[in-house]
């Protein structure tokens, strides 16, 4: 159904673990050549080695995406160009706005927004001087259109996510840079499975309009969309992946 990005450069962030390292899974079955980008060496060689027994291309890149000399230095020496950027390296600080300390909002605001920025400005000039076409997908969150309690930054990081992806969504179409942003719903992980089998989850599940968390899988479509030529017309959108939860009763 998509069209075929094999033998494409993927760099993907935040793929040691969590959806991260099953949207650089889903890229190399697909036949991109994907780079893992992560802080963690040791997890992103195991991750790239799994990857290359199943058959797919890949190579870590360490580097902490809230951190402009690294990202500046690791991107600008990659060996090769990348045609899709998959910022997906995120945290959430779970926590009352009032209790929220300047440092979590620092580290929250730096990583999910800063960093994305970071990493999208590094590829975007990489691609630019390689007159290379491309696409960039922000996984925000429908906390970056709607808020839940205790949630201040990371929401805060997602709406600035969306409007960032808009903002850069229009500067560089010229240069035929897609920039797009994901947004996912409550999607199960390992993090926070044992949340949603407790009572306070699985209350949060009935208020989903489809009555279920969202699989990974289901995640797949949307990225394929906006990584591939499937999706050469969509630039600047926010596409939210979420059972409608962002349709849900008021
Ligand atoms: P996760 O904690 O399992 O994975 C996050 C990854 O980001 C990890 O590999 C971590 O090492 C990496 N990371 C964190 N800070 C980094 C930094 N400074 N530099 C480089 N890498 C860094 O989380 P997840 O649930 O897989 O979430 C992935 C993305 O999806 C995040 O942006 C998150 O906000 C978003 N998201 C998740 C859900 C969900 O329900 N799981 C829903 C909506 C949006």
């Not at 590094?122 to 839940?148: D, H, K, P």
């Not at 797949?220 to 969509?234: K, Q, T």
Request: hydrophobic share 50%; aromatic share 4%; net charge negative.
């Amino acid at each position: 159904m998509f069209e075929d990005i094999s033998g494409r450069t993927a760099l993907v962030t935040g793929a040691s673990g969590g959806l991260g390292l099953h949207f650089a899974r889903l890229l190399a079955r697909q036949g991109a050549n994907v780079l893992l980008a992560a802080r963690r060496g040791d997890v992103l060689e195991r991750a790239c080695a799994e990857i290359a027994a199943a058959g797919g291309k890949a190579a870590p890149v360490i580097l902490d995406v809230a951190d402009a000399h690294s990202v500046a230095e690791v991107v600008g020496n990659l060996a090769s160009d990348v045609d899709i950027l998959v910022n997906n390296a995120g945290i959430s600080v779970a926590k009352r706005a009032l209790d929220l300390s300047e440092a979590d909002w620092d580290d929250v605001i730096d990583t999910n927004l800063k960093g994305g920025f970071l990493m999208a400005q590094a590829v975007a000039r990489r691609m630019q001087a390689a007159g290379l076409e491309g696409a960039i997908v922000n996984i925000a969150s429908i906390l970056g259109l709607r808020v839940a309690g205790n949630l201040a930054a990371y929401a805060a990081s997602k709406a600035g996510t969306v409007q960032m992806t808009k903002a850069l969504a229009l500067e560089w179409a010229r240069h035929g840079i897609r920039v797009n942003a994901l947004c996912p719903g409550y999607i199960e992980t390992d993090l926070n499975r044992d949340f949603f089998a407790g009572e306070d989850g699985q209350a949060l599940i009935r208020r989903i309009p489809q009555r279920r968390l969202g699989q990974p899988t289901d995640l797949d479509g949307a990225l394929l969309l906006l990584c591939s030529d499937a999706g050469r017309y969509i630039t600047g959108a926010a596409l939210a992946v979420d059972g409608g939860h962002l349709v849900s009763s008021l």
